[in-house]
């Protein structure tokens, strides 16, 4: 028996903002565990509980272990098929699709961000690969924002997180970092030492609002509107960077006139502040520079998403906070991004059958499903998502659901939507396959080797692909274009070009196995101060959005949405231990959270007389729910929250399209955090 | 208490009932038709001391009795406590039982490798399957049966190991059961390992 560990480099490649580098130490053939990686510039060597929780992951007794059919759909018998079936299946109801309707457009993919590595493109590819198909296309999660930094920037960078430390002012603009990106607060603690002072600005007075020196409790979704109190204080009071917004901006006047004419009162009141506040606001953003200012994606998930970060952005802009050290208006960057992207375009040879895609919206797929009649969808894939909890008009969704013939999911454990599933497929974690991941966040690219065999009889997506490929083409030569005799070494050697191993100092992509690398992007972002806007400056005054009928300013109040039937807002904020429904099942995280609740203000609590831990009814215009009502004082008695890792919260959700996210992402976002409601006691 | 003149079952019987489970275990006996049951029961018959303990002779009885409909709803019942997809209701690992976190691979995991690895043995496949499967365990007590110089290594295997965790999963299985099949197999494991505890323990038989 060998006695030594060997140690791998593994990726989490979760929807999070550290996309950490993880060690794996196997022994025999086990991973024994797993430790964060210090040479990872930016995690440091470590984890979060939910990493340092992978082994509990990979080894859960409940993990899916082969293909597995459930006939009839839904009815919970389940019958063990060999992978030899499963391909035959999938690839036998492919055909019959293409027979019966001449084309691939009855086949869909829903694939989400569960799993951000490249090599998880492999179904893209894969149905890239059959010409043209049905796809979701758009993004619940960040949407707006990425519109909102295109019109304003021409491009998404942000930061290196060291550069906070030049900071005098931090504003931590609707993010909660101690719960949802720990990595960052060694920079934050450290900028504090160094005499920095931090302004948490949220609708919930969260754990990191609690460590900050001030916190502004704002109203729900009226981010604009404060920002726009702010820049009319600043006009007020000459705060403003004459000289930068003279180099650097396009359509100062014009926002100037549009600011003026805004009324501060009613600023005020959308945004739920007093002018001191506004004044202490005004003058820290204009003379206690650098401000670094850090958006979360919260705010952006409103009817007026795009704008709250578009007019945050244009408050930078104008007190000069951008493209200097320490500064800066983050949010996500795509820049280290710098993959060829090959495996996404096996496009066919075949001129006759040419790639595309029919798509259907993400935030709207339940609809979508029933709209496309032409073939209708009778296919569907989901991969890297679970669409019955993160999805909105569920019921919709499950009627539409009823009318495919087939649906596979390619899962690691059993969850609502494969319950919805003809054939659920057993995946691999990162620990059983190789991948590679990028952040959004930060500039550190890391890659993932397989540590141990797959377990049992899962597969990475990859392998399933060429699986399925290599299916079809017995059947007809060129059926499907995915690759069948790459190996998945090969398919990450295609990711990479020499500008990209410039950009990473290294001369091959297996230097990666040393210690994750750092592209070259700037450490400041914009600190060139180069704009790739039309003009190549900050617009504040964008042509581009206005041809998207669309605001032209960054600024603006909001329009009243308020329902006197659903007077209250029902936020679904972020919890720790958990994203969205990933991390269900750990045990040791099930006896903190046992049960979906509700909290509220014990205030409003009390005027509904409704008691702690009872149950209680939540209705909104798309539905109700019965949950149990937990108190909070970190709420304001006119908001909610909810943690959306279980399927209930989505009977309250239907989709109501943001302002943005159509040019990034191909379809508007989903104003989640618009959700209006009504509560009551439960007679 | 009565007092019970115990009878041991022979080596032969032993083997053939451990054989039986790892079958059972392996999913070996999906297919298996009314006639096959009905044959098994016959053989199981011939062995007195099951017949006349109690759950030995529900057992047999349940195999004498098999329909078609149990035969239909067997492998679903089976997958549901043993094979998943969903949670499984009996978990046929010995961690389940035995770690904190219900964590499989863990060390109660390598406690059983290493007594595989000990005899020479590994699970072909070793780190993609759980060695503490209840199939490899009976797989490998079935090896250390075969040969008689193995006795002290049997019976350490079956006390540290399989006697700790077996009951309790049959217990789950009494509880979650939907099928008489895999109800019959669980009331056989339990009434099997009673007398395995008599013969390797020494002790005395579950007698009200
Ligand atoms: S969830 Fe986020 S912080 Fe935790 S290990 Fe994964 S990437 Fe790191």
Redesign the interface.
């Known amino acids: 028996?060998d006695q030594t560990y060997s140690i791998t480099r593994h990726v989490c490649p979760r929807n999070c903002y550290s996309t950490c580098s993880i060690l794996g130490y196997t022994k025999?053939?086990?991973?024994q565990k797993v430790t964060g990686d210090h040479k990872h510039g930016y995690t440091k060597g470590l984890l979060c509980a939910k990493g340092y929780n992978y082994?509990?992951n990979?080894?859960?007794?409940?993990r899916?272990?082969?293909p597995?059919r459930q006939y009839p759909r839904g009815s919970?018998?389940?019958?063990?098929i060999s992978w030899t079936e499963a391909i035959d299946i999938i690839a036998g109801k492919i055909i019959e699709l293409n027979h019966r309707y001449e084309s691939n457009l009855s086949l869909a993919l829903n694939k989400y961000s569960g799993n951000m590595g490249i090599l998880h493109h492999a179904m893209e590819g894969f149905f890239n690969g059959l010409g043209k198909t049905s796809r979701a296309v758009g993004n619940p999660c960040w949407s707006p924002g990425m519109d909102a930094v295109y019109y304003d920037y021409g491009e998404h960078q942000t930061s290196d997180m060291q550069d906070i430390l030049h900071s005098e002012t931090i504003i931590l603009w609707g993010i909660n970092p101690v719960w949802t990106s720990i990595h960052s607060l060694n920079y934050i603690y450290e900028a504090l030492r160094r005499g920095a002072k931090v302004i948490t600005i949220d609708p919930v007075y969260t754990e990191t609002a609690k460590k900050s020196d001030t916190y502004i409790q704002i109203k729900p979704g009226s981010d604009g509107a404060l920002a726009t109190a702010i820049a009319k204080y600043i006009l007020e009071h000459d705060l403003f960077d004459r000289e930068f917004i003279d180099q650097y901006t396009v359509g100062w006047e014009e926002l100037r006139d549009y600011i003026d004419q805004l009324s501060m009162e009613e600023a005020l009141n959308q945004c739920g502040q007093t002018i001191e506040a506004i004044q202490f606001l005004a003058e820290r953003l204009a003379k206690h520079r650098p401000v670094y200012i850090w958006m979360g994606f919260g705010m952006q998930r409103h009817r007026n998403g795009g704008q709250n970060i578009r007019a945050i952005n244009a408050l930078a802009a104008m007190t000069g906070n951008i493209g200097r050290q320490g500064s800066g208006a983050q949010f996500g960057q795509r820049a280290t991004w710098k993959f060829t992207y090959h495996i996404l375009n096996p496009f066919p040879d075949d001129k006759r059958n040419k790639a595309g895609v029919r798509p259907l919206d993400i935030n709207d797929f339940a609809n979508d499903l029933q709209k496309q009649q032409d073939p209708p969808v009778k296919f569907l894939w989901i991969t890297c998502r679970n669409l019955l909890t993160q999805s909105a008009n569920v019921e919709e969704l499950k009627k539409a659901l009823q009318t495919l013939e087939l649906i596979v999911t390619v899962e690691h454990f059993?969850t609502e939507t494969?319950q919805y599933s003809d054939l659920?497929l057993?995946a691999t974690t990162q620990f059983e396959e190789w991948d590679i991941v990028a952040s959004y966040w930060h500039h550190w690219i890391s890659i993932n080797q397989p540590a141990?065999?797959?377990?049992?009889e899962s597969k990475s997506e990859l392998e399933i692909a060429r699986l399925l490929s290599k299916k079809l083409n017995e059947y007809k030569d060129h059926f499907s274009a995915f690759p069948t005799d790459m190996e998945d070494e090969q398919f990450i050697e295609q990711e990479f070009t020499d500008e990209f191993y410039q950009a990473l100092h290294i001369k091959d992509w297996r230097e990666l196995l040393n210690g994750p690398r750092r592209v070259d992007v700037q450490k400041t972002a914009w600190g060139t101060m180069e704009f790739k806007t039309p003009s190549g400056k900050i617009e504040l005054f964008s042509k581009q959005a206005l041809d998207n009928q669309l605001s032209p300013f960054g600024m603006g109040l909001m329009e009243n949405g308020s329902n006197p039937l659903f007077p209250y807002i029902l936020l679904l904020n972020h919890e720790p231990f958990r994203i969205n429904s990933q991390f269900q099942?750990?045990?040791?995280f099930k006896k903190i959270s046992r049960e979906p609740c509700i909290y509220l203000h014990p205030l409003l609590a009390k005027e509904k007389g409704i008691q702690r831990y009872s149950m209680m009814k939540v209705v909104s215009e798309k539905g109700e729910i019965t949950i149990r009502a937990n108190f909070s004082t970190d709420l304001n008695q006119q908001t909610l929250v909810i943690f959306p890792n279980h399927p209930l919260v989505n009977k309250l959700i239907s989709f109501t399209a943001a302002d943005m996210g159509k040019v990034m992402t191909s379809g508007k976002g989903n104003a989640l955090n618009d959700l209006h409601v009504n509560i009551t006691k439960l007679c | 208490m009565t007092k019970l003149t115990v009878i041991h079952m022979d080596q032969g019987d032993r083997l053939l009932l451990y054989q039986l489970f790892w079958h059972y275990y392996r999913g070996d006996l999906m297919k298996l038709t009314t006639i096959d049951w009905a044959n098994l029961a016959e053989l199981l018959r011939t062995m007195t001391v099951l017949c006349e303990s109690e759950f030995g002779n529900q057992a047999i009885t349940k195999f004498d009795e098999v329909s078609e409909e149990t035969l239909e709803s067997f492998v679903f019942d089976y997958n549901r406590l043993f094979v998943g997809p969903n949670r499984l209701h009996a978990s046929p690992y010995e961690s389940t039982y035995s770690n904190f976190e219900g964590t499989i691979m863990q060390q109660e995991t390598i406690k059983v490798r290493n007594f595989y690895h000990y005899e020479g043995l590994q699970v072909a496949d070793e780190g993609q399957y759980p060695d503490d499967h209840i199939q490899y365990e009976l797989e490998f007590i079935c090896y250390l049966l075969n040969q008689n110089e193995k006795g002290p290594d049997l019976k350490l295997f079956l006390e540290n190991h399989f006697f700790k965790w077996v009951d309790k999963h049959c217990e789950r299985i009494e509880e979650h059961s939907q099928n008489q099949l895999t109800l019959a197999f669980a009331y056989l494991l339990k009434e099997f390992l009673q007398l395995e505890k008599i013969i390797i323990e020494g002790g005395e038989p579950n007698v009200n």
């Open positions: 028996m025999n053939g086990h991973l082994i509990n990979v080894y859960h007794p409940d899916l272990k082969y597995m919970g018998q389940w019958q063990r059993m494969t659920v057993p141990i065999e797959p377990y049992y099942n750990l045990t040791s």
